[in-house]
């Protein structure tokens, strides 16, 4: 079946700009995250949706970051006035709430800020 | 909190000799313990998992793990491996005792295996 989706799957700006990243999880996944892979680093978690409930905005680095997930579906990552430091590739990634943990991870979005 | 610890930036190894890519970690309560493999320019693929049960779980493409609760452990491991297993990988714990959703990843160990 379909998997993660994301979508630019590049995308170069001007710093100052505001950007906004798409992910469509997998369909019945309930709990969909945003992360962040840094130029030789690890994943960072940005945020963390689960069905109905508050989401975790504990990973956000700033609140020029900020996420939205309508009808407990699609998602959308806006980063305002973007810096330099924003250049990143920004995976989502889903899963179903019960029965196995696993996330399914999207291809990501590389974002490069000038 | 959680944490993961991935001690090796990178292991070179020749294809056919068995590899092993080290991952310790940090929970306070019982540890979930997952292994995710990325190739360039692709998101990460899942490999492997440990929830519960049997200490040594077998994965994708050939791969396994071992928990090793004593030792906080949980290395990933393949008996022969494969030029096209040069890839990025990644070790990943929650703690199942609570309702803290987030996965804590450790900072990858790119695995690179000569012909």
């Known amino acids: 079946g379909a998997g993660v989706s994301q979508s630019p799957s590049n995308k170069v700006t001007e710093k100052g700009k505001d950007v906004e990243l798409r992910c469509d999880p997998i369909s019945g996944h309930t709990a969909l995250y945003w992360y962040r892979q840094s130029l030789g680093q690890g994943l960072e978690f940005l945020i963390y949706f689960q069905g109905n409930s508050a989401p975790d905005k504990s990973g956000l680095p700033s609140d020029r970051f900020s996420a939205e997930r309508t009808g407990g579906s699609v998602s959308t990552l806006t980063i305002q006035r973007t810096q330099q430091e924003d250049s990143a590739v920004y995976l989502c990634?889903?899963?179903?709430?019960?029965?196995?943990?696993?996330?399914?991870f999207g291809p990501g979005t590389r974002l490069t800020v000038l | 909190a959680q944490s993961v610890a991935q001690p090796e930036d990178q292991v070179n190894v020749a294809e056919g000799n068995p590899l092993t890519v080290k991952c310790t970690y940090s929970?306070?309560?019982?540890?979930?313990l997952f292994w995710y493999v990325q190739y360039p320019n692709r998101g990460l693929q899942f490999l492997l998992k440990y929830i519960t049960g049997d200490n040594l779980v077998k994965g994708s493409y050939g791969f396994e793990a071992e928990f090793n609760k004593s030792q906080t452990s949980f290395h990933l491991k393949k008996p022969s491996a494969l030029v096209s297993d040069s890839a990025l990988y990644f070790c990943?714990?929650?703690?199942?005792?609570?309702?803290?959703?987030?996965?804590?990843f450790g900072t990858g160990t790119r695995l690179l295996v000569s012909p």
């Open positions: 929970v306070s309560g019982n540890p979930y």
């Open positions: 990943a714990v929650r703690d199942g005792n609570t309702g803290f959703q987030k996965l804590v």
């Open positions: 990634a889903s899963r179903r709430l019960a029965g196995p943990d696993t996330q399914y």
